[in-house]
């Protein structure tokens, strides 16, 4: 069993995607082995009403929801929120949040955002926060949208220790208080692997030593990204094999209460 | 805790799993991409043998020694190859601090020929000057390539790559046979702590005012915008695009592909490991292409050395 907590559906406003439809996505997960994927939509991180995001994907997501998990991508600065949550929750079945603090413009201490993250929980959910989307390097002439700080994280987990929390796309954790050992924060996070060094630096390794091989988890990051960089580091990586069915499946099936 | 790896000496591979076990995978993830529908892509895989030849990482780097891990992290790369199927890494060493003075260059240099004997087929040699230190920079290359066995140049970012001041080493570069890695990126906005970079397109140029040099446009996919680059290099032949770098952007290498040609695509990690590796295995393209793009290509480049 293999759960991706990190995947999309939809298009992307500055690159196109490939394998961006339910079907398609299924077919590229059947051939890397892959049984589920957390999907959210790739569209709401820049359209206005993200919203729409949500309903383009609970669409494209009906009849496959034994393998693809949507989740919602909520902006709190954006009118009608609290009913695009109660929607998403209720109606779509959506069992969790996406959340684009630096795209959609606002802090994760901002009170309204305190209010979603409580609102969320109450209702179950966790909340899944990708630190970037893609390089900023090769970021459009349009925008410049930095990665969401380490230290912002860190305050957040802080101020919520009874939300769950999935952090994707990041690295650099062992440099910051998330990924140190007895580092005084609540357990109430977990790591996605797709960025992370398997081999050199090892921060996957490092990760595992220092918060448990239950604070990891599988995710890939597709279809922005390819796949299998993600499928390799776990192949490399230098650990038992039940640490890695943990990391493959057993861990996200704990945190998304599969 | 532990997961069987092979260990390298200089009798090659000692123990453990196969060091083709990663690429086998890269042969089953083509077989898996035939059922894919390529969207936006040339690309059709029908399968094919497992990658046969070398896996050559063309863009690698060990450790400056005023590191004082240098010797351990110089080993852990060997050991990432191992893990990983690379048999071979094209090195270079860099002043941590640039531009690079010819006392700093030649004492990189040096320390590269050592690595070079201490793993002992399993590290190939970039000869790294700063084309600005002039006659001092030709000489190192000549002496890198003539007496140390360097298989090519590596130029960073202290001049663009179409200032006169680099083309001494590229005409000595096109006398001797090897090619030359060139650093590269695009972004759209200015660069301000590398403002004399350059760019596939500065690079283009390059290639097309000497047609007989050997040019390797670095890490692709670690240098902005990839879909700029990869276009800017398009109308350039004997302009490589290397797909090392840590973004894992999917089509990437197919772009390049179709784009400049299979034959004009070159391996590499930059230190991006699972990264490099990843990307090709995921590519949607047929096993003698991905073998052409992790070894035949850059075996034909270096199989021109005039040396």
Redesign the interface.
Known sequence: MMIDVNAYLGHFAFRRLRHNTADSLLTLMDARKIDKAVVSSAAAITYRNAQAGNEEVAEETKGHRDRLIPFAVINPFYAGWQDDLKTCREEFGMRGLRLYPKWHNYSLSDPCCRELIAAATERGMVISIPMRVEDNRQRSWLLNIPDVPLAEIVELVKAHPDARFLLLNGLGYTSSPLGRKNNGLPANYAIELSRLSAVLANELGQLIANLGVERLLFGTGMPFSYPDPALVKLEVLDASESDKEKIRSQNAATWLRL | ???P?TTWSSQGPQAGISRR??LR?SAA?AL??A???S???TASVSGGPLPKGKVIDCHAHLTHHSRATWEA?DR??I??AD??GIDQLCCSILTPKRPSTAAGFRECNQWLAEAIRRFPGRVLGYCYVNPGCGPEAVDEVRRCVEERGFIGVKLYNEHLCTEPVVFPIVELAIELGVPILHHA?H???F?EDQPHMSDGGHLAELARRYPEAMLICAHIS??????WTVKAARHAPNLMLDTSG??????TVEMAVRVAGVERVVFGCD?S???G???V???SLSASDKEKILGGNITRLLGRRKA
Do not use: C, F
């Not at chain 2, 840590?246 to 089509?251: K, R």
């Open positions: 805790m532990t997961t790896q076990a990663i995978n993830a898996g991409a059922v894919l529908p969207v936006g892509d992290d852990k790369l050991d990432a893990k990983l990126g972004s759209h906005y660069v670690g240098g902005g915008d990839w879909e840590s973004v894992t952007d999917a089509g230190s490991m699972t990264a590796v990843g990307k295995r995921g590519a």
